[in-house]
């Protein structure tokens, strides 16, 4: 941009900012939520329960059924990024 074209913007640079800052605060939330870290402390977790006998097998094939899909949303998305 020319320094005439940043003159006459000037009035929408508060805007640019505004979008600028709703750009940084949806990339960091879409980070977090396509985080895997937590969804394989899950399945670990899960795993623990299931041998330490506090779930039956159908709860865990359920749990781990879910958690696997998310585990695939992530995977998706991610590949999905440039």
């Known amino acids: ?7 006459l913007t000037l009035p929408l640079a ?6 600028w800052v709703l750009e940084r605060v949806v990339e960091t939330a ?3 939520y396509y985080d895997p870290g ?4 899950e399945l670990a977790d899960l ?3 299931l041998l330490a006998g ?3 097998e159908e709860t ?3 749990c781990e059924d879910e958690l696997l899909d998310r585990l695939d949303e992530i995977r ?3 590949g999905r990024q440039p």
């Open 1 to 7: 941009m020319g320094l005439f074209s940043q003159i």
């Open 14 to 19: 508060p805007v640019r900012g505004t979008i």
């Open 30 to 32: 879409e980070n977090e």
């Open 38 to 41: 937590p969804i394989e402390s």
């Open 47 to 49: 795993e623990r329960a």
């Open 54 to 56: 506090e779930i039956d």
């Open 60 to 62: 865990f094939d359920r």
């Open 76 to 78: 998706a998305w991610r």
